[in-house]
């Protein structure tokens, strides 16, 4: 995508951000740019912000300054065309339970607005890619963890947003719907869509991404392609430790009667 004068636009673009509970500040004045069209991972340690920052960004919490626009779009004076445009599976997502997985997804399409027949084709697609087929007429509340992030997810793609948002998408998920969900999105990307996606594990950002962006305590400490933010480091984890601040931390001694049995 490209503006008026012809540079790229990006994905998304936040400016000043703050955001605090009570004492706490959970996001310190953040600036970020995230190309379109790449696979992009906001990693960080728990408590960094992260999910924080995706709900600001994605318009589920309102900032206490600053401002985020999504392709263009300003998340909080035109919040229906940025809503429009993005796809976002939240950690802990809240589903209607009682309807099966077909009738979710029928709804959430209908939602959106969009024909009923496109709907039921592309649910249909969407359920077999993610191998949910067998499982479309059982309630929602009946799925595993894994299931309930593939349906989560089928519901994010079915209007095929431009910028689609996973806050932890493989947490809790095991290794047959990981791959499953990993191919669905490499497959999105490819087409020139764009996915940002918060995790804590670096080996899955390292293996996934191509542009990251590195936070810790409420603020962006690096970002930039995946060899960028490695940069001489061997591995994303040691640039990741070296980062916030944790390489070297050892706890081990404080813990010499661990094991060993009971004393």
């Known amino acids: ?3 008026a004068s012809g540079a790229g636009t990006p994905a998304v673009r936040v400016q000043g951000l703050w955001k605090r509970f009570g004492q706490q500040v959970a996001v310190a004045g953040i600036d970020l740019e995230l190309p379109a069209g790449k696979f992009i991972g906001l990693v960080g340690p728990n408590g960094a912000g992260k999910t ?46 009682r309807l099966s997985g077909r009738e979710l997804l029928s709804y959430s399409g209908r939602l959106r607005g969009l024909p009923g027949a496109e709907v039921d ?31 989560g997810l089928a519901a994010a793609l079915l209007h095929n947003p431009e910028v689609l948002f996973l806050d932890e998408p ?18 999105y990307t490819a087409s020139g869509a764009t996915v940002v996606f918060s995790s804590h594990v670096m080996e899955l950002v390292e293996s996934l991404c191509d542009w990251v962006a ?18 001489e480091a061997p591995t994303l984890q040691t640039a990741f430790l070296e980062l916030v601040g944790a390489r070297g931390r050892d706890a081990s001694s404080d813990l010499d009667w661990l094991g060993g049995g009971a004393r």
């Open 52 to 97: 924080t920052t995706l709900s600001m960004v994605t318009g589920l919490l309102r900032p206490d300054q600053g401002s985020v626009s999504v392709v263009g779009h300003d998340v909080w004076r035109d919040p229906v065309a940025v809503k429009a445009r993005i796809g976002v599976l939240p950690e802990g997502l809240r589903l209607f339970e």
């Open 170 to 187: 493989f947490e809790g998920v095991d290794p047959v719907s990981a791959q499953i969900i990993r191919g669905v999105l490499e497959r």
């Open 214 to 231: 590195v936070m810790a305590a409420g603020r962006i400490r690096a970002h930039g392609t995946l060899d960028e933010v490695r940069g």
């Open 121 to 151: 084709k592309r649910a249909a697609q969407l359920l077999d890619v993610l191998d949910l087929a067998g499982a479309q007429h059982k309630l929602v509340v009946d799925y595993s963890t894994g299931m309930r992030k593939k349906i």
């Open 1 to 3: 995508m490209t503006d």
